[in-house]
C-alpha cells in the first residue's frame, strides 16, 4: 500500500494536471496561432460579433429564468414538504431525481412530440399556448424543460440547505413574532437557505449556459448552438467561445464559493440591514425558545 | 424596531395556532398540543404543493407519457389514425440503431470503469495530501470541468487532438493513426468531464474513512493492505458503486459532446435518435425516436436500481 500511496501522489496528479491543462492549453494556443505570429483577432473582434451577443443574451436570459421558475417551485414545496406533509418526502424526492433517469434526448423527444399537436389544436385556445411556448426571441418551452433538467440540482442543494436548519422552531418564532406566512418564508427562511439556493441556482446556471442538445433539437439558437453552427466557417472564433464558455463556468463557481464561505452570522453582522438585524434576533429568541 | 422583542405576545393572537404551543413550557404539554396542530394545518397546506406536482405532469409526465404511447403506437398513413404496435420498439432494437445502442453502452460502462478508477485515485492523493491548498485548488478545479461538458469540451480536443489540431500537429500524432473522431477519441473526451465529476463525488466518502479505523486496524497487527482489503474497500464499495453508476448514468445521457465532435460516424444511440427527431435520415421516424428514447430510459433505471439497495448501506458508516 506505500508504493499506492507513492505513485498515487507523484504519478498521478501530475498525469492528471498534464490531461487536465494540456487541452486548454492547446486551445487557446489554437485560437490565438495565426501563419503570421500570434493574434488575439478572435478574442478582440470575433467575441463582440452581433451572433455571439444575442446568443449568449438568450443563454442568459434562459439561465435567469430557469432559476426563477425553479426555485419558485421547490423552495415553498421543499419548506412545506418539511415542515407540514413529511409523509410526501419520499415522493417529492423520487419524482425531482426522475429527470436523471430520462436523458435530455429522450425528454425532448417527448417535448418533440407533445408540440407538433400544434396543429391539431389549432381551433382550441391552447394553439395561443403554443404559440407563446415556441417564441423564437424568447422560448418558453425551453425555460420548461431546464427547469425539469435542474430539479435535481435544486432539489440536492435545497434539501441539504433545509436539513441544516432547524425549520420548525424557525417558523414558529417568526409566526408568533406575528410575520405572515409569505414574510416567514421570504424573510426567514430563504435567509437562512441562501447558501443553498444560490448554489442550486448557479449550478442551473451553469446547466442552462451549456447546454446544447434540447435547444438544437427544438431549433433555437442559444449560445453553445451558435459556437457550432460557426465551427465550419470560423473555427478559431469557436474555440474561443468555448474558452470564453469556461471562463464563465469558473467565474459562476467562484462566485458561488464567495458567496458559500460569506455564509455566516458574524460575516452578516457587521454589513446588515435592519431586516438582517431582526432576523438575527428572531433567531436568537427561538435559541432562547428551545433551550428554555 | 427595539420593541419588537416586547410585542410577541400581543402578536400570536391571530395566529392560535404557533401561541398555543409557544407558552407552554412543559415538554409533553408542547407534544400534546403539537399533534392536533399539524393534522390540521395539514389541510390546508396541500395547496403550496400542488404548483409542484402540476408543472410536473404538464412538463415531464406529459413528454415522458407522450414518449411511451408513441413508442407503441404506429400512424396508418392512410386512414391518419394510430394504433397500437410493437414496430417502433422491434424497429429500434435491430439493424443500425440495435448497434448505436451496444454502442452506447460499451461506451458508457467503458468510461464509467474508467472514471471511477481514475477519479478515485485523484481524489485519495488529495486526501492523504498534507497540503490544504492542492485540495483546495484540485475539489474547485473538479468542480469548474465537470460542468465543462458539451460543445464547448467538443471544441476544446477538436483544437487539441483534432486534424488540424495544435498537440495533433506538434507531434504528427496523424502518422501514428490515432484519430480524435473514434472510440478512443471519444473516451479521452469523455473522461474530461467525468473524472472531475467523480472525485466531486467520492471525496466526501474518502473523507469519512476515519483514521481511527486505520489505527484500530494497525494495532489489532493488520498490514495496510489488510486494512483496505477488510476496512477500507468494504465500506467504500456502496459510494463507489453509488459513483460508477453516476458515472455511467451521466456518459450514457450525453449527447452534445459526441455529436459535435464525431457527429454520425460512430453509432451512439443519443446521437441516432436526434438525427431520426430531425428528420435527418428519413421523414416520420419520430416514433422511433419515442422508441429508442423508451430504451435508453429503460437501460438507465436498470442501472440506477443497482444502486437503491446499497444506499443504505453506505449511510450507515459514512453518513
Same mark, same amino acid.
Request: aromatic residues 8%.
Given at each position: 500500500m506505500a508504493r499506492m500511496k507513492f505513485t498515487s501522489r507523484a504519478v498521478v496528479l501530475p498525469l492528471a494536471a498534464l490531461y487536465f491543462l494540456?487541452?486548454?492549453?492547446?486551445?487557446?494556443?489554437?485560437? /490565438?496561432?495565426?501563419?503570421? *505570429?500570434?493574434?488575439?483577432?478572435?478574442? @478582440?473582434?470575433?467575441?463582440? @460579433?452581433?451572433?455571439?451577443?444575442?446568443?449568449?443574451?438568450l443563454s442568459v436570459r434562459l439561465g435567469l429564468a430557469t432559476i426563477v421558475c425553479g426555485l419558485l417551485l421547490m423552495v415553498p414545496t421543499l419548506v412545506a414538504v418539511a415542515l407540514y406533509l413529511p409523509g410526501l418526502r419520499r415522493t417529492v424526492e423520487v419524482l425531482c431525481m426522475m429527470p436523471l433517469v430520462v436523458p435530455p434526448i429522450a425528454l425532448v423527444a417527448g417535448v418533440t412530440t407533445v408540440l407538433s399537436w400544434e396543429q391539431d389544436l389549432a381551433d382550441t385556445p391552447f394553439y395561443m399556448t403554443f404559440q407563446m411556448l415556441r417564441d423564437e426571441s424568447f422560448p418558453l418551452v425551453l425555460v420548461l424543460v431546464y427547469t425539469v433538467m435542474s430539479l435535481p440540482f435544486l432539489y440536492r442543494s435545497l434539501d441539504a440547505g433545509l436539513r441544516a436548519v432547524d425549520l420548525r422552531t424557525l417558523v414558529e418564532a417568526a409566526r408568533s413574532l406575528g410575520a405572515s406566512r409569505l414574510q416567514t418564508l421570504w424573510q426567514v427562511?430563504?435567509?437562512?437557505?441562501?447558501?443553498? /439556493?444560490?448554489?442550486?441556482?448557479?449550478?442551473?446556471?451553469?446547466? #442552462?449556459?451549456?447546454?446544447?442538445? #434540447?435547444?438544437? #433539437?427544438?431549433?433555437?439558437?442559444?449560445?453553445?448552438?451558435?459556437?457550432?453552427?460557426?465551427?465550419?466557417?470560423?473555427?478559431?472564433?469557436?474555440?474561443?467561445?468555448?474558452?470564453?464558455?469556461?471562463?464563465?463556468?469558473? *467565474?459562476?463557481?467562484?462566485?458561488?464559493? @464567495?458567496?458559500?464561505? *460569506?455564509?455566516?452570522?458574524?460575516?452578516?453582522?457587521?454589513?446588515?440591514?435592519?431586516r438582517d438585524n431582526r432576523e438575527d434576533r428572531e433567531s436568537r429568541d427561538d435559541r432562547k425558545k428551545t433551550v428554555s | 424596531m427595539p420593541d419588537q422583542t416586547a410585542l410577541p405576545a400581543p402578536a400570536t393572537g391571530p395566529v392560535p395556532v404557533a401561541g398555543a404551543a409557544a407558552p407552554v413550557p412543559p415538554a409533553p404539554d408542547v407534544r400534546g398540543g403539537g399533534a392536533p396542530r399539524r393534522r390540521g394545518a395539514r389541510r390546508h397546506r396541500w395547496p403550496v404543493v400542488v404548483p409542484f406536482f402540476a408543472f410536473l405532469a404538464v412538463c415531464f409526465g406529459l413528454p415522458a407519457g407522450t414518449m411511451v404511447y408513441g413508442a407503441f403506437t404506429v400512424l396508418d398513413p392512410e386512414s391518419g389514425a394510430s394504433r397500437f404496435s410493437t414496430e417502433n420498439v422491434s424497429g429500434s432494437l435491430s439493424g443500425a440503431y440495435a448497434t448505436g445502442l451496444t454502442g452506447s453502452v460499451e461506451l458508457s460502462l467503458f468510461t464509467a470503469l474508467l472514471a471511477t478508477v481514475i477519479g478515485t485515485l485523484i481524489a485519495q492523493a488529495v486526501v492523504t495530501s498534507p497540503r490544504p491548498v492542492l485540495r483546495g485548488i484540485v475539489v474547485s478545479a473538479s468542480g469548474v470541468l465537470a460542468n465543462f461538458s458539451g460543445a464547448p469540451l467538443a471544441f476544446a480536443?477538436?483544437?487539441?487532438? %483534432?486534424?488540424? %489540431?495544435?498537440?495533433? +500537429?506538434?507531434?504528427?500524432?496523424?502518422?501514428?493513426?490515432?484519430?480524435?473522431?473514434?472510440?478512443? %477519441? &471519444?473516451?479521452?473526451?469523455?473522461?474530461?468531464?467525468?473524472?472531475?465529476?467523480?472525485?466531486v463525488t467520492v471525496l466526501p466518502a474518502l473523507d469519512g474513512l476515519r483514521s481511527q479505523w486505520q489505527e484500530a486496524a494497525a494495532s489489532c497487527g493488520a498490514t495496510r493492505g489488510q486494512y483496505w482489503r477488510h476496512v477500507g474497500i468494504p465500506v467504500l464499495t456502496p459510494s463507489l458503486l453509488g459513483g460508477a453508476v453516476l458515472m455511467f448514468g451521466t456518459a450514457f445521457a450525453s449527447h452534445a459532446t459526441a455529436a459535435v465532435m464525431v457527429g454520425s460516424s460512430q453509432p451512439l444511440?443519443?446521437? +441516432?435518435?436526434?438525427?431520426?427527431?430531425?428528420?435527418?435520415? &428519413?421523414? %416520420?421516424?419520430?416514433?422511433?425516436?419515442?422508441?429508442?428514447?423508451?430504451?435508453?430510459?429503460?437501460?438507465? &433505471?436498470?442501472?440506477?436500481?443497482? +444502486?437503491?439497495?446499497? +444506499?443504505r448501506r453506505s449511510a450507515r458508516w459514512l453518513g
Open positions: 494540456v487541452p486548454i492549453g492547446a486551445s487557446i494556443w489554437f485560437s /490565438v496561432n495565426e501563419v503570421e *505570429g500570434v493574434s488575439f483577432d478572435a478574442y @478582440t473582434q470575433g467575441l463582440g @460579433t452581433e451572433g455571439l451577443t444575442t446568443s449568449l443574451m427562511i430563504v435567509p437562512n437557505l441562501r447558501t443553498a /439556493v444560490v448554489g442550486g441556482a448557479v449550478l442551473s446556471l451553469a446547466m #442552462v449556459l451549456g447546454e446544447y442538445t #434540447v435547444a438544437s #433539437v427544438l431549433s433555437y439558437r442559444p449560445f453553445s448552438v451558435w459556437m457550432v453552427e460557426i465551427k465550419d466557417s470560423e473555427a478559431q472564433l469557436s474555440v474561443a467561445a468555448a474558452m470564453l464558455s469556461l471562463l464563465i463556468t469558473w *467565474g459562476l463557481l467562484l462566485l458561488l464559493t @464567495t458567496l458559500a464561505g *460569506g455564509h455566516g452570522r458574524r460575516r452578516r453582522t457587521p454589513v446588515d440591514s435592519g | 480536443f477538436i483544437a487539441t487532438l %483534432g486534424t488540424t %489540431g495544435t498537440v495533433t +500537429q506538434l507531434f504528427h500524432l496523424d502518422r501514428t493513426g490515432f484519430s480524435l473522431y473514434s472510440f478512443t %477519441g &471519444l473516451v479521452l473526451a469523455y473522461l474530461y468531464f467525468m473524472v472531475p465529476l467523480m472525485v444511440i443519443t446521437i +441516432q435518435i436526434a438525427n431520426a427527431l430531425n428528420g435527418n435520415v &428519413l421523414v %416520420g421516424q419520430e416514433n422511433l425516436a419515442l422508441a429508442m428514447s423508451l430504451n435508453m430510459v429503460v437501460i438507465a &433505471l436498470l442501472v440506477m436500481a443497482v +444502486q437503491i439497495p446499497l +444506499q
